[in-house]
Every structure is written in structure tokens, then in C-alpha cells.
């Protein structure tokens, strides 16, 4: 390497490497809108979102607990205090994702572009410490929402969950929050956690490592099936909300049969209730 006539030759190769290689991106623009999905490949992007499908907060009926707890959290991170990581558990329909999604857009309401919302999908959640490192240090803050999850047999993705909810070095960022829905309190099958403690030497400590995953979100919001008062409720609200022309002994009767025939009553129920009614009254829904 002292031969001097060599040292032309490397400054090309060095050269043309660089030329090579892909520029950093440039860090992202959070004020370009209110809502971003993450996608990790083929390069690291944050999509924005310029609408974002949310329900207005007060149309959220049955879950008056759930939305009070959860929209007191959000606000105070909003204002730049103190709170805590966020898993919504519990029956399927019954407004998990929609509370999240109202939830942001109230508090931006209240306090002007202080929250940039970031989906997630289930299956990038390995990608998570990727993501925070690229939220880390930005003005604005952030809830990173990943909506449905839940683990499977084999499945170590939990373990870049557990590292930035509590683990790791370098912490959650301070302007992140995340916020999850599941249907499983402990997002694993309970066969899963049964299997485990059945065929383990010391079945605490089979499943503690798995089963600790929940223990790191700071405030559990359960969600519970709704009985036929509280369903009627939401379809009324609704029904208010956008005017339709329909008494309320007719609503009722139309609320009842569709549930009879969808075998459930949730608010997806009742959302889904009132869009086949309002389509049939000629009624246009804003987003529907």
C-alpha cells in the first residue's frame, strides 16, 4: 500500500462506491399530516394519511368508562405529561380501534397538531425498534397504534415489543407512545399459555416470559359484549347523529332484527345496522 501509483486507482474505486451507495433518506415530515402508516420495506417510509377513518368521539356509545380513561391519557401526553403505554382488550366490535382513532383526533382538537398517528401492521412489528429510531428526537409526538394484535405459537415478534415498551438501552422515546387492540388479554391463545404450563418442569416461569408482555403496558382498557339496551343506545346515537328519517319503535324493530340475523350485538353491529338503513332511506353518511 506505499506505492504511490496505486493511490489514483483507489480514489476512483472510493469514489465510485460512493456514487454506489443510496443517499440517507432525509428524516421525515410530521407536520405533512395528522396520520402516517409505517412501511418498512422495500425502504423505511412513512406514508401520510390524508383522511383519517375515525368516528367523532361522543358518537361511541356503551364504552362512556373506556373512552373517559383512555381520552385523559392521550390528552395529558398531548400536553406533554407523563403517561402510559396502552392495550385496549377484550370483545370483538365493541369500538377498540375506533376509541384510538377518535381519541387522536380529539385531542388534536383540543390541542392543535400535537399528535401524529402511526399504524403498524401485526406482521411488521419486528420492524418497531426501526421505527422508533426514526421517531426518536422528532418535535412532534407520536402514538404508534398497531390495531388486532395478538402472537402465535413460534412467534418471537413479542420480544422487539417487550424491548421498546420497557427494555433496551435507549428506552421508548419520549415523544412515543404506543397503543395496541387485541382480543386476547394476554395476546396469545389461552390453549397456548395452558400448553405451556402443562408440559413445563416449572410452569410459572414457562409462560411468565410471554405472558409478561401485557404486564408492560402501563393501563389495560377491557371491552366487554354490550346487552340489548346499550346496543339500541348506539343505534339511536347514530341514527340522531345523522338525521334519519325513522321513529323510534321502527328503529328498534330494525336494530333487533339485524342483530337477530348477524347473531351478535356490538357496535360494529349497530354501525353496520345503520348504514343499511340509512342506504335504504337515501340517506348519505359522511365516509360511509
Avoid at 9 to 16: F, G, P, S
Avoid at 43 to 51: E, G
Avoid at 88 to 115: D, I, Q, T, Y
Avoid at 215 to 243: K, P, S
Amino acid at each position: 500500500m506505499s506505492d504511490p501509483s496505486l493511490l489514483p486507482a483507489l480514489e476512483r474505486i472510493a469514489a465510485a462506491l460512493e456514487r454506489l451507495a443510496p443517499p440517507a433518506p432525509p428524516p421525515p415530515d410530521l407536520g405533512a399530516a395528522d396520520a402516517f402508516v409505517w412501511h418498512p420495506r422495500p425502504a423505511p417510509r412513512l406514508a401520510p394519511v390524508r383522511r383519517v377513518a375515525a368516528v367523532p368521539i361522543e358518537l361511541l356509545q356503551g364504552v362512556d368508562r373506556q373512552k373517559a380513561i383512555l381520552l385523559e391519557n392521550t390528552l395529558r401526553f398531548a400536553r406533554g405529561l407523563p403517561a402510559n403505554n396502552v392495550m385496549l382488550w377484550g370483545a370483538r366490535g365493541m369500538g377498540k380501534s375506533s376509541l384510538v382513532k377518535a381519541a387522536h383526533a380529539a385531542c388534536n382538537a383540543e390541542v392543535p397538531g400535537s399528535l401524529a398517528l402511526i399504524e403498524i401492521h401485526r406482521e411488521d412489528i419486528r420492524t418497531l425498534p426501526e421505527l422508533l429510531d426514526i421517531l426518536r428526537g422528532q418535535p412532534r409526538r407520536c402514538l404508534v397504534f398497531c390495531d388486532d394484535l395478538s402472537f402465535e405459537r413460534e412467534d418471537t415478534d413479542y420480544k422487539a415489543l417487550k424491548s421498546v415498551l420497557e427494555g433496551g438501552i435507549e428506552g421508548r422515546p419520549p415523544n412515543v407512545l404506543f397503543y395496541a387492540t387485541s382480543n386476547r388479554r394476554h395476546l396469545m391463545p389461552r390453549d397456548m399459555i395452558e400448553n405451556e404450563r402443562s408440559t413445563a418442569i416449572n410452569p410459572a416461569e414457562a409462560v411468565e416470559e410471554k405472558v409478561s408482555l401485557s404486564d408492560r403496558f402501563g393501563l389495560w382498557i377491557g371491552f366487554h359484549n354490550c346487552d340489548q339496551e346499550t346496543y339500541f343506545a348506539m343505534v339511536e346515537g347514530y341514527a340522531r347523529a345523522f338525521g334519519l328519517p325513522i321513529g323510534a319503535e321502527e328503529l328498534r324493530r330494525a336494530a333487533n332484527e339485524w342483530s337477530v340475523t348477524r347473531g351478535a350485538r356490538s357496535g360494529r353491529v349497530a354501525w353496520q345496522c345503520i348504514q343499511d338503513l340509512a342506504g335504504r332511506l337515501g340517506v348519505p353518511i359522511p365516509g360511509a
